[in-house]
């Protein structure tokens, strides 16, 4: 136990170092052969371009093609961004300089454990945030909403997490996911791919696609959240990683509201469902610090209606099965002991 401990608390590229022994715990299970499998087709992910939306001559046009990435895939590629080139490229390098640094220097910009506060990345943070607000925006004019419709669900402080992953040359790349799949829980998730390495993969139609690698543009993945905002119209994308044959560098922004304000814009759609709000309410509280204790005040409250509306229902049918007054009471209580008759 104190190994397996020892072994979950190294960074992947010490446990890449260590070999093979120590990713045995990290071999995809479940699978016949074995193996993953690896030759995945390459599918071109929809690409939405920034600037045409603010022209008027080719709004229409790039919000429809929005609409259909969203409604088809839940994810898209976004060009004309606002982000140059020659900032992108910094932003890989920086990464791939971190990753570099030998461990005793990694651990001063270390987080403390349980804590999701680190250093943040400042410039790319606000630029994505921008990104963010310009994109949610769109996609509520691309369903006939008010534009700041979902904007307004995020309140004042919204929750934004900015972070690099790294996944190193892996010894067992047929049996070993980088991640499991999964939807991210956020509302949008921007992400910028190596220029060099695939690893991302999406699923569409029961089937897992590569994404093809454009260097200039960011992958926007919309999260549970934004799935929930627009009542099922807007899948959430499941994508899973796995491990190339060479260093896979990734910098994840990732928007999350933590409030409940602004719910009645949704009832502006045309084709409301029922049966969302538990994946409504995951997606919000999922990453809030104090997502236990409000879950906690929500169970109670939905614990107190339900017992409101199964005493009203229990009297409205009681007073249907047995009208009114005494007699009715004497009635349904001889029902319930097995002796069904209404002469006492």
Sequence with gaps: MAAEIESMSKSVQE??????????????????????????????????????????????????????????????????????????????????????????????????????????????????????????????????????????????????????????????????????????GSALTILLQDKEVEGLQFLKDNQWFRVPIIPEALLVNVGDQAEGYALSQLPSGWLSKIFGGRVLKMLKLESTPINTKGYESLSDLVENTAGDSFDLYYGLFMYNKNALEMLERLDLAFESLRKQLFERLHEAVRKQLFGNGERGHIVQLNYVNGRGNGTH
Aim: glycine letters at 8%.
């Design 15 to 184: 446990l890449v170092i260590d070999g093979k022994e120590s990713l045995e715990k990290y071999i995809q299970k479940g699978n016949d052969s074995g193996k993953l499998n690896t030759s995945v087709s390459l599918i071109e992910v929809p690409i939405v371009d920034i600037g045409l939306l603010k022209s008027p001559l080719t709004r229409t046009e790039e919000l429809h093609k929005l609409r259909s990435a969203l409604s088809s895939w839940g994810c898209f590629q976004v060009i004309n961004h606002g982000m140059t080139s020659s900032f992108l490229e910094e932003m890989r390098q920086v990464a791939k300089q971190f990753f570099s640094l030998p461990m005793e220097e990694k651990q001063k910009y270390s987080r403390k454990t349980g804590s999701i506060e680190g250093e943040m990345l400042d410039e790319f943070a606000k630029k994505s945030q921008q990104i963010n607000e310009i994109l949610l925006k769109e996609m509520a004019g691309s369903l006939g909403l008010d534009e700041n419709c979902f904007l307004d669900q995020y309140g004042e402080r919204p929750l934004v997490t900015a972070r690099f992953n790294y996944y190193p040359p892996c010894p067992m790349p047929d049996k070993i996911l980088g991640l499991k799949p999964h939807a991210d």
